[in-house]
């Protein structure tokens, strides 16, 4: 990393970045009780008291969130379009660790109204990094949710799964998806098997710090987008 009083997005590597958030999920993940997940399926908003499935849920807002305020407080177009294609990168690495959570929550923020609509942006990102952000968003589309449960069944652990397709599973007829017991089995069959990563303290503070930093912020974003592609 270069030395920088204040480090930013740029100053750490992609692969990094992945890795750390792979550690921070997992803390998350490796927590959650997976029979209530099957709970949750068909009333998502019903918790236990003990149950952990919120705080993944929030870690992922905060990710979307963040994504979309990392791009959009950028004023300069060529800076903005360097950190799009570090936060796909990124996100791709995160496909690499199969930590299929975080790449929803990665594409979601890069694919949120404000973000997408940045076409003088977008324009300058490379071709690699497009098709890198397409294949992502092909895995984690809700509506073709096939190919992720294909990429799934032929994954080696580690694997944090993404929370939101057991979620969507089990909102279908039961004989239309695979049993609640199965699915219990599979959340406790990754969770066996933690990532052998390391932690790096500098740069896991200066993700939470910025997982924080645009909280409450949101509802500013389609203005922000709109001022920063006027201005190009």
């Known amino acids: 990393m270069s030395v920088s009083a204040e480090p930013t997005l740029l100053d750490f590597e992609p692969e990094s970045i992945a890795q750390q958030l792979a550690v921070i999920e997992w803390a998350l993940f490796s927590k959650i009780d997976p029979t209530d997940i099957v709970k949750r399926g068909p009333e998502p908003h019903r918790r236990s008291e003990d149950d952990n499935i919120d705080a993944v849920v929030q870690t992922s807002n905060k990710i979307a969130i963040w994504v979309a305020g990392i791009v959009l407080e950028e004023e300069d177009v060529d800076k903005r379009a360097r950190i799009l294609e570090h936060l796909i990168r990124t996100t791709d690495n995160c496909r690499s660790?199969?930590?299929?959570?975080?790449?929803?929550?990665?594409?979601?923020?890069?694919?949120?109204?404000?973000?997408?609509?940045?076409?003088?942006?977008?324009?300058?990102?490379?071709?690699?990094?497009?098709?890198?952000?397409?294949?992502?968003?092909?895995?984690?589309?809700?509506?073709?949710?096939?190919?992720?449960?294909?990429?799934?069944?032929?994954?080696?652990?580690?694997?944090i799964p993404f929370i939101g397709a057991y979620l969507m599973l089990l909102s279908q007829p039961k004989d239309t998806r695979p049993s609640d017991d199965d699915i219990v089995q599979e959340v406790r069959k990754w969770q066996r098997t933690p990532y052998s990563l390391e932690r790096d303290e500098q740069l896991e503070r200066f993700l939470r710090e910025q997982l924080g930093k645009y909280e409450g912020k949101s509802d500013g974003f389609d203005d922000a987008s709109r001022q920063l592609e006027s201005g190009v």
Request: glycine share 6%; charged share 20%; with cysteine.
């Open 97 to 159: 660790l199969s930590n299929f959570n975080t790449v929803a929550a990665l594409v979601a923020g890069l694919s949120s109204a404000p973000v997408f609509s940045l076409k003088q942006t977008w324009s300058r990102v490379g071709k690699e990094q497009i098709e890198a952000l397409d294949g992502c968003r092909a895995l984690i589309d809700p509506m073709a949710f096939k190919k992720y449960q294909e990429t799934l069944r032929g994954v080696e652990p580690p694997c």
